[in-house]
């Protein structure tokens, strides 16, 4: 795993199509909403651009987001949460998505509003098992 920036990145052992497809499976099973999957390649491709495979997924709870946005309604410019999987050049599959403190610190939250979207990491673990 690393950090830059406040954005994590961690390797996944699957391709980007299994990876959000696990993510999905596994948010789903906790009845978080699934607001959007886009293909990045696909896109790229319709416009003639060539990009290597690159999947950004977008999710979340209103019950667990709404509460931040009442506090600071900016935080609606980061939500709902992404994750973004996509291949590097030497074909490894990476899972990047904004560290929940960097967006504490990004929004002046608190601890006790911040813990609604500090949940990537658990997600993430689930699903690469």
């Not at 990145?9 to 959000?20: A, C, G, K, L």
């Not at 506090?71 to 999987?85: G, H, M, Q, R, S």
């Not at 967006?103 to 690469?128: E, G, N, T």
């Amino acid at each position: 795993m690393t950090a830059k920036n406040g954005i994590i990145s961690q390797p996944s052992p699957y391709s980007v199509t299994e990876t959000i497809d696990r993510l999905v499976a596994t948010l789903q099973s906790k009845s978080i909403t699934i607001f959007a999957r886009i293909d990045q390649q696909v896109e790229a491709d319709k416009v003639g651009f060539s990009l290597r495979p690159m999947q950004l997924l977008l999710f979340g709870s209103p019950q667990a987001g709404t509460p931040l946005m009442v506090a600071e309604p900016t935080i609606a410019l980061d939500l709902p949460l992404k994750l973004a999987a996509w291949e590097a050049a030497d074909g490894k599959v990476w899972l990047s998505y904004d560290d929940a403190r960097y967006l504490q610190q990004r929004f002046s939250l608190s601890d006790a509003l911040v813990k609604h979207i500090d949940v990537i990491a658990s997600l993430i673990h689930q699903v690469l098992l």
